[in-house]
């Protein structure tokens, strides 16, 4: 399995409440073989990241379509870092404007996965990012 042996945190930070993604992305990594906790809906940075680090994950995903994608991925970076968790990645999924990239990236997100993107193309590529 490709991801065996890695553990990733999906998480719903801010105050959005439809997570049939973020189920739908932590079943399919955990069927890769990734060890997966979901912390559930509307989660602030600061107890994704303290997940993070009792978990002692590889990576975090977020799941952000309530636009405040930018905010959330920088608060949860600063808590990671914080908690000197600075090399767990973090890749983001949900309704992300295209013109939000470059920003998401220079904050540290490895990865930006759309609901267009097939599933076997997401488990490739957090596969390739946690080698």
């Known amino acids: 399995m490709a991801l065996q042996g890695k553990r990733i945190l999906v998480g719903k930070p801010g105050l959005d ?12 990594l955990r069927d890769a073989g990734a060890d997966v906790i979901y912390t559930g809906l509307r989660k602030t940075p600061d107890y994704i990241a303290r997940v993070a680090v009792d ?12 636009g405040s994608h930018k905010e959330l991925v920088k608060l949860t970076r600063e808590k990671l870092d914080e908690m000197g968790a600075g090399n767990v990645q973090i890749f ?8 939000d990239y470059n920003a998401l990236e220079q ?3 490895t990865a930006i996965f759309t609901s267009e993107m097939p599933l076997t193309e997401v488990v490739e590529t957090v596969d390739k990012l946690l080698q």
């Open 92 to 99: 983001v999924g949900g309704t992300i404007p295209r013109q």
């Open 17 to 28: 409440g439809h997570d049939v993604g973020a189920k739908i992305i932590a079943l399919t």
């Open 107 to 109: 904050q540290g997100v």
């Open 55 to 66: 978990e002692d994950v590889d990576a975090v995903g977020l799941s952000i379509l309530s």
